[in-house]
T-cell receptor, first 111, second 113 residues
C-alpha cells in the first residue's frame, strides 16, 4: 500500500498544549509530507522531510522521520484554536509521484 | 509554489446531468491529479492527468464516469457524468510543487439532488 496511516484518528487537547500525531508507511520512501485541511477546504502543505533527514522544523511544527521504523511524527507546539483541522501524512516515492491519503488525524483544540 | 484556480467552487446539480470542473495553474506542470472527498472521508485519488496522453485512472474509477481533459500544461478539466446523489462530494485538483510539496485547488463542493 502506498498510503500513510495516521494515528490517532482523533485528538482533542487544550489550547496551549502540544499535539503529536504519528504516521506509519509500508515501503521505502523518497520523502514524506504533512498536510492540513481545515473543515471542507483545500489542503495546505505544511512540511516536507526527505528520506535522508531525521528532523525538520517550521515555526511551531516539528517533524521527525525514522526510516528504520517507517514512521514519522508531527508535533505542533503551543496549540491554537486555528490548528483545529484534519492532518494527513503523505509518503512520497519519488519527487513527483501520486499521493495516496490515509484517513488522517482530526485535531480539535479546546479553548 | 504554483497557484491553482479551481471552478466552480460549489454547485447543486440534478441527478442524471453532468458537471465539468476546471483547474487553471499559473505555471506549466507535467502532472495534475484529481481527488474526490466524500462527506466525512479522506481524499481518494481519481486519476492522474498528463498532457498529451490519456489520464490514468485508479481502481474503482472509469473514464466514462469521470472523463478528464488535459489540453495543455496549465489546464485540466474533470467531468462528473450522469450524476447521482452518491457523487455528492468535494472534488479537488492538485499539482506537484517540488520541495514545497503538492499544491491543491480550493475544491468544488458538489451536491446532487
Amino acid at each position: 500500500s502506498q498510503q500513510g496511516e495516521e494515528d490517532p484518528q482523533a485528538l482533542s487537547i487544550q489550547e496551549g498544549e502540544n499535539a503529536t500525531m504519528n504516521c506509519s508507511y509500508k515501503t521505502s520512501i523518497n520523502n514524506l509530507q504533512w498536510y492540513r485541511q481545515n473543515s471542507g477546504r483545500g489542503l495546505v502543505h505544511l512540511i516536507l522531510i526527505r528520506s535522508n533527514e531525521r528532523e525538520k522544523h517550521s515555526g511551531r511544527l516539528r517533524v521527525t522521520l525514522d526510516t528504520s521504523k517507517k514512521s514519522s511524527s508531527l508535533l505542533i507546539t503551543a496549540s491554537r484554536a486555528a490548528d483545529t483541522a484534519s492532518y494527513f501524512c503523505a509518503p512520497g516515492y519519488s519527487s513527483a509521484s501520486k499521493i495516496i491519503f490515509g484517513s488522517g488525524t482530526r485535531l480539535s483544540i479546546r479553548p | 509554489s504554483a497557484v491553482i484556480s479551481q471552478k466552480p467552487s460549489r454547485d447543486i446539480c440534478q441527478r442524471g446531468t453532468s458537471l465539468t470542473i476546471q483547474c487553471q495553474v499559473d505555471s506549466q506542470v507535467t502532472m495534475m491529479f484529481w481527488y474526490r472527498q466524500q462527506p466525512g472521508q479522506s481524499l481518494t485519488l481519481i486519476a492522474t492527468a498528463n498532457q498529451g496522453s490519456e489520464a490514468t485512472y485508479e481502481s474503482g474509477f472509469v473514464i466514462d464516469k469521470f472523463p478528464i481533459s488535459r489540453p495543455n500544461l496549465t489546464f485540466s478539466t474533470l467531468t462528473v457524468s450522469n450524476m447521482s446523489p452518491e457523487d455528492s462530494s468535494i472534488y479537488l485538483c492538485s499539482v506537484v510543487g517540488g520541495d514545497l510539496g503538492y499544491t491543491f485547488g480550493s475544491g468544488t463542493r458538489l451536491t446532487v439532488v
